[in-house]
């Protein structure tokens, strides 16, 4: 897809140029072409927060809950 290509590519020059990018994915892989720290979200809440040379598919994916994340009060 060219629309896809042209992303990336602005993102990556972007990157380079030392810009901050924020980019949410579900894709690992994706994530880590053009990041330097990987956050994970759950609930609104920052659940992992590494460098992205740290981020394996193992930490990220099993990045620890807080307590009260199913609270639906």
């Known amino acids: 897809m060219a629309s896809s290509h042209w992303v990336w590519e602005h993102l990556l ?3 380079d140029a030392g810009v901050t990018v924020l980019f949410s994915s579900p894709e690992l ?6 990041s330097d720290r990987v956050l994970v979200f759950f609930n609104g809440r920052i659940v992992l ?15 620890p809950l807080p307590v009260d994340c199913f609270d639906e009060t």
Do not use: C, T
């Not at 892989?29 to 053009?34: A, F, G, H, R």
């Not at 927060?49 to 990045?63: E, K, L, R, S, T």
């Open 13 to 15: 020059r972007l990157a």
């Open 29 to 34: 892989d994706e994530i880590l072409m053009v």
């Open 49 to 63: 927060n590494v460098d992205a040379q740290d981020a394996h598919p193992d930490i990220v994916g099993g990045a």
